[in-house]
Structure formats: C-alpha cells, structure tokens
C-alpha cells in the first residue's frame, strides 16, 4: 500500500512536471524599416554574407595594424575583464542547472557518548555507547511549476547576454584601436606636409633675403617669410605632441607600457575603403549589444514565471539509506541497513503579501529589459544612419577638397612668379602659401574622418560577426 502511494506520488509529479508559469515570451517588438534612408555610392547595399568576417580591419590593407589589433586581443584588460565575467555567467547558469537534477550526499561519521543518568523518559540501556554510521542522502525537488527550469532558463539567457557583452568589448576594443591608429597616421601624413612646407618656407626666406640685399625687397617682407616659417615649424612641434599622446592611447589599448611602446611613421596614406550596408533587419541579428539586451529581457521573462511559481507548495522527495551500528567492526552488514524515504510538500499559508509584490518586482524588471531592448534598437538604427550619411557627405566633400587643393597650390605657384617678377608684393605670396597649406591639412583631416567614418559604420553594423 505505501508503495503504491509513492508510485502515485510520482506519477502526478511527472505528470504536473512540465507545467512552466513564465508567459510565453518573444522579442520585444520594435519598429524596423525596410531600408535604410541614407543611402549612396560610397556605402553600397550588400546580401549579410558579403560583410567583412573577422578581421574586418584588413580593409586598411595595413600589416602594422594588424599587428596591433591581434596585441590588443591577447592583452587589453578590459577584454580580459570581461571575457572573466563571461566565464562566471556560464559557471552560474551550469550551478541553476544543476538543480534539475537529484543531489546526493555520502557521510559516515564514528561517535563515542555517554547518556546522563538523570535524561528525560531514559529506560535502561548503557551509559556509555558507541555509534557507527555510513550511508548516503537524496533530495529532489520536482519541478511542478517549473521554477527550476525558469531559474537555469534565465542564468542561460544572462550568460548569452554576458557573451554578447564580450563580443561588444572587443568590437568596441577593434574599433577604438583602429580609430586612434587612423589619427596617429594622420598626424604623419601632417607631419610629412609640414617638413615639405618648411623646407619650401627656407627657401622662400632665402630668396626673400637675396632679394631684400639686392635692394629689390623690403625688410617687411623678410620678416614676413621669417613669420611663416617659424609658424611651420611651431605646427610641427605641436602635431609632433598630439602624436606622442596618440601613441601612449594605443600602447594603453594594446596592454602595453607606454614608456616602452612606440610606433614609427608610415610615408603612404592608407586607402579608403567602402563598407556594404545590409537591410536592417539584418542589424538586429549582427549587432551583440542588441543581443545582449534581447537576452536580458528573455531572463527577466524567465524571473517572472520563477516569481509566480512562489505561490504554490514545493515537492520535494528526500530519502536516505545506509548502515548503522553501536560499534563493531561488521558495520557494512545486512542487519545494519536502514532507509528512509518520503515526499515533503511545503507552501505558504500567510506571507504578508511578499509573493504578490514579488510577482509585480519581476513583471516591472521585464518591462524595464523590453524597453531598454528597444532603446538600444533605435539607437542602433540612427548609429548606422548616422555613419551612413556623414561617409556619404564626407566623400563629396573630399571631392571638392581635392580641387580646392589644386586651386590653392596654383594660387601659390602663380603669388611666387608674380612675386619674382617685382609685379605682385610678398604679402599676396604669403597669403597664398598660408590658403595652400590651410587646405592640405584640411584635406589630410577630411581623408582621416572619412576612414574613421568607415570604422564606425562597421562598428556600427556589428563588425565581425558569425
């Protein structure tokens, strides 16, 4: 009779077992258009399976970056940081799952007592015994409403997340490396324009000086050629300052001192790429901050069926077995064994109205996570819009950069012909070199925004994805 009590004990478990109070959940719905609405030649649409994988920086074709990005992922702290958090995410969610199954517990324990003389309700026996003991422990928890299938649900749902976390430290790390690597090369390129603006300046200064002895220049425009070049030289040191700063930048993302880290200028400009654009729906799987906050809101769906799952009683089956002896050395006998096994079922009669507010806490919490999902969807949408839209303008703008630079070096050339010729005054020549200058470094810093535009599209598309 008590065996079939127990086999239909079970049997109802097994049968209620499957029942889960968490709402049926799906990805919190968000708005999504069927293109995007920047769109031009310099950011083409592609199918998903063209976008660059892995290495995405290789674009730059630059060996020397490629160097850095792969220091960068073997040493930066902050990605060891949160490849460790990663780590202790997955450790959880394998401990939630681990509740799914029975635990067992082995003791054996070996006593020497002896029973007061004066003990409640004592009738005869020894005063002073021995107890062996060996034997194991079961405890099993059913899960009827599927609190523990909704606990390892939502620690696997935030370990996802904290994977995705990673998988956004490292493109963050990939793109801030490649960022300031394009500006450390612009300051190069700066640097190199100067040097020829100098040594041109030089010899500006030493016709102005044969000139000035000759009685065919004033010291008016001596001064003046010395100005401009003591001015270029000044720019050079300033640049040479923003350089270092630059460098020590890289060392820190690269896990390196930057008293020992250094990098040496380049004399080539790095090409510009064109990064194809996907539909956006394909963002909302690329994109590991989006992932990370589709996750946290599936574990806080998971927390509610956890929350509602308080108000009814828990099943648990517990049971024991071994052997027990008041001495000897014959413990492992068959007259020593004992068992014991029961079920126990325990609910809440009066709780103040704690599962209630409960119920409210993690039905607010999932409310939070879906809103922050769609935040962190329309921001990405406007992220991409945004890189979408100034690469576009940029490469316009760099076209008429080009013929404004053109424009300006002829100005130059004719303002020193004049000049030579007695026709036109040294002012007219220092203008001219101060506009050619002005719109090289403007030409130098336009072609650095337009490659740093091209990370951040990356960056914001999802960068290397699978």
Same mark, same amino acid.
């Given at each position: 009779?008590?065996?079939?009590?127990?086999?239909?004990?079970?049997?109802?478990?097994?049968?209620?077992?499957?029942?889960?109070?968490?709402?049926?959940?799906?990805?919190?719905?968000?708005?999504?258009?069927?293109?995007?609405?920047?769109?031009?030649?310099?950011?083409?649409?592609?199918?998903?399976?063209?976008?660059?994988?892995?290495?995405?920086?290789?674009?730059?074709?630059?060996?020397?970056?490629?160097?850095?990005?792969?220091?960068?992922?073997?040493?930066?702290?902050?990605?060891?940081?949160?490849?460790?958090?990663?780590?202790?995410?997955?450790?959880?969610?394998?401990?939630?799952?681990?509740?799914?199954?029975?635990?067992?517990?082995?003791?054996?324990?070996?006593?020497?007592?002896?029973?007061?003389?004066?003990?409640?309700?004592? $009738?005869?026996?020894?005063?002073?015994?021995?107890?062996?003991?060996?034997?194991?422990?079961?405890?099993?928890?059913?899960?009827?409403?599927?609190?523990?299938?909704?606990?390892?649900?939502?620690?696997?749902?935030?370990?996802?997340?904290?994977?995705?976390?990673?998988?956004?430290?490292?493109?963050?790390?990939?793109?801030?490396?490649?960022?300031?690597?394009?500006?450390?090369?612009?300051?190069?390129?700066?640097?190199?324009?100067?040097?020829?603006?100098?040594?041109?300046?030089?010899?500006?200064?030493?016709?102005?000086?044969?000139?000035?002895?000759?009685?065919?220049?004033?010291?008016?425009?001596?001064?003046?050629?010395?100005?401009?070049?003591?001015?270029?030289?000044?720019?050079?040191?300033?640049?040479?300052?923003?350089?270092?700063?630059?460098?020590?930048?890289?060392?820190?993302?690269?896990?390196?001192?930057?008293?020992?880290?250094?990098?040496?200028?380049?004399?080539?400009?790095?090409?510009?790429?064109?990064?194809?654009?996907?539909?956006?729906? $394909?963002?909302?799987?690329?994109?590991?901050?989006?992932?990370?906050?589709?996750?946290?809101?599936?574990?806080?769906?998971?927390?509610?069926?956890?929350?509602?799952?308080?108000?009814?009683?828990?099943?648990?089956?517990?049971?024991?077995?071994?052997?027990?002896?008041?001495?000897?050395?014959?413990?492992?006998?068959?007259?020593?064994?004992?068992?014991?096994?029961?079920?126990?079922?325990?609910?809440?009669?009066?709780?103040?109205?704690?599962?209630?507010?409960?119920?409210?806490?993690?039905?607010?919490?999932?409310?939070?996570?879906?809103?922050?999902?769609?935040? $962190?969807?329309?921001?990405?949408?406007?992220?991409?819009?945004?890189?979408?839209?100034?690469?576009?303008?940029?490469?316009?703008?760099?076209?008429?950069?080009?013929?404004?630079?053109?424009?300006?070096?002829?100005?130059?050339?004719?303002?020193?012909?004049?000049?030579?010729?007695?026709?036109?005054?040294?002012?007219?020549?220092?203008?001219?070199?101060?506009?050619?200058?002005?719109?090289?470094?403007?030409?130098?810093?336009?072609?650095?925004?337009?490659?740093?535009?091209?990370?951040?599209?990356?960056?914001?598309?999802?960068?290397?994805?699978?």
């Amino acid at each position: 009779m008590a065996t079939a009590r127990l086999l239909l004990t079970a049997a109802t478990a097994a049968a209620l077992a499957g029942c889960s109070l968490a709402p049926a959940y799906a990805p919190p719905a968000t708005p999504v258009a069927a293109a995007y609405k920047e769109q031009g030649p310099w950011t083409p649409a592609a199918p998903a399976d063209a976008q660059p994988r892995g290495q995405w920086w290789a674009m730059f074709a630059d060996p020397v970056l490629d160097g850095l990005e792969a220091r960068a992922e073997q040493a930066n702290p902050s990605l060891a940081a949160a490849l460790a958090a990663y780590d202790q995410a997955r450790a959880l969610a394998a401990q939630a799952r681990a509740g799914l199954v029975p635990e067992i517990d082995g003791a054996a324990t070996t006593q020497r007592a002896r029973r007061s003389d004066k003990a409640p309700l004592r $009738v005869g026996g020894p005063d002073a015994y021995s107890t062996n003991q060996a034997g194991a422990s079961v405890a099993y928890e059913i899960d009827l409403w599927g609190r523990l299938r909704n606990l390892a649900a939502g620690a696997g749902d935030r370990a996802q997340a904290s994977g995705a976390d990673l998988r956004s430290m490292r493109l963050s790390l990939q793109a801030d490396l490649a960022d300031d690597y394009l500006t450390l090369r612009s300051l190069d390129a700066q640097i190199r324009l100067l040097d020829a603006t100098v040594a041109a300046y030089a010899r500006a200064l030493q016709l102005t000086q044969i000139l000035h002895d000759g009685g065919n220049a004033t010291g008016l425009d001596v001064a003046r050629a010395q100005t401009q070049l003591s001015t270029a030289k000044a720019q050079i040191t300033d640049v040479a300052a923003q350089r270092a700063l630059m460098e020590h930048a890289i060392a820190a993302l690269v896990g390196e001192s930057a008293s020992s880290f250094s990098l040496a200028p380049v004399g080539t400009a790095l090409p510009q790429p064109r990064v194809a654009v996907s539909a956006p729906s $394909v963002l909302l799987q690329r994109r590991p901050d989006i992932a990370a906050a589709e996750r946290r809101a599936a574990a806080a769906n998971a927390d509610v069926g956890v929350a509602r799952a308080a108000f009814f009683p828990a099943l648990t089956l517990d049971g024991s077995a071994g052997w027990q002896t008041a001495g000897g050395v014959n413990l492992l006998s068959a007259p020593n064994t004992f068992w014991m096994v029961g079920p126990q079922l325990v609910g809440a009669l009066f709780d103040g109205g704690r599962r209630k507010a409960g119920v409210r806490a993690s039905r607010a919490a999932f409310d939070q996570a879906s809103a922050n999902y769609r935040g $962190v969807v329309l921001n990405a949408f406007r992220d991409v819009e945004d890189q979408i839209a100034l690469a576009n303008r940029l490469a316009i703008e760099a076209k008429d950069q080009t013929e404004a630079v053109t424009a300006a070096r002829r100005t130059e050339e004719l303002a020193n012909i004049r000049y030579k010729q007695g026709v036109a005054t040294y002012l007219d020549v220092v203008t001219a070199q101060t506009a050619a200058l002005t719109a090289e470094q403007s030409a130098i810093q336009l072609n650095t925004r337009r490659l740093q535009a091209s990370v951040n599209l990356t960056r914001a598309l999802g960068g290397a994805w699978s």
